[in-house]
């Protein structure tokens, strides 16, 4: 039987990318996603084009709920898998939270996708996981858990806190042949950069040492990395993708920049 992967936030983008990644190594792959049709429609496409068996799932993040996450694994057990990997990548992004001003309730909402459905997740893969004597865990973190943004507090500290706690993963589960490790992207070749919002198109490559900033396929090949057996003695760390971003204090301001 194949390997399994289970993605979060995968009908579109960063997650589709990491998913197509699996796939074409063979993998099967379980595709989560908010509304149950783009899951399902993330997942033909994934079969049809690699020719691995595919099934997409739903699942609210506006509430904590152990037994929709337990719902989904029991599924894909009865698919027959034990899972190999798991790959977080669904996030709230928490944009223009103003510290001053924010709602606690939509500052906390951030925690609730990003901590704690990830921590529910991680927990019942980790389950199957320990079955199997063998598994890993992959948090799509980011370069704002080092360095934040403006008006970011709630996005940033959560993936401050993802990095803690995919090393705690990797302490407490470690005995069972788990592995955890976070893939910390930064600016990343969205709808937002393709459509130049803030100006970020033309700003934020210039701030990169090597003038260009994460496709959807870098991030995806760094995942894959991570969760397969080509980092089988690597746990407890992170990979940045970037662009060397975080590597350099200031930009180099002399430079011809983009326009």
């Not at 969760?227 to 180099?252: F, K, R, Y």
Request: charged share 20%; glycine share 8%.
């Amino acid at each position: 039987m194949n390997k399994s992967v289970f993605i979060t936030g995968a009908h579109d983008g960063t997650g589709f990318a990491i998913a197509s990644r699996f796939a074409k190594e063979g993998y099967t792959v379980f595709i989560g996603s908010r509304k149950q049709e783009k899951a399902e429609e993330a997942a033909r496409n994934i079969q049809n084009t690699y020719g691995v068996f595919s099934k997409g799932y739903s699942y609210q993040t506006e509430t904590l709920d152990e037994n929709q996450i337990r719902a989904i694994f029991d599924d894909i057990r009865s698919e027959g898998y034990l899972l190999d990997t798991l790959v977080l990548n669904a996030a709230n992004l928490g944009i223009g939270q103003v510290s001053l001003e924010v709602d606690i309730r939509e500052f906390m909402g951030v925690y609730t996708t990003n901590i704690g459905w990830n921590f529910l997740m991680a927990r019942e893969a980790a389950k199957q996981m320990k079955e199997k004597g063998k598994g890993a865990i992959v948090f799509i973190g980011s370069n704002s858990s080092l360095r934040v943004t403006e008006n970011r507090c709630a996005y940033c500290s959560s993936k401050s806190a993802i990095n803690a706690m995919s090393k705690s993963f990797a302490v407490d589960w470690g005995k069972y042949g788990i592995r955890s490790n976070c893939v910390l992207p930064g600016m990343i070749k969205t709808i937002r950069w393709e459509n130049n919002e803030n100006n970020c198109k033309y700003c934020l490559p210039n701030y990169t040492p090597i003038h260009d900033i994460a496709s959807f396929e870098d991030v995806a090949n760094a995942a894959w990395y991570m969760g397969s057996d080509q980092s089988s003695n690597t746990t407890g760390a992170e990979i940045v993708v970037d662009g060397g971003m975080l590597a350099q204090l200031t930009p180099n301001i002399n430079r011809t920049l983009w326009e």
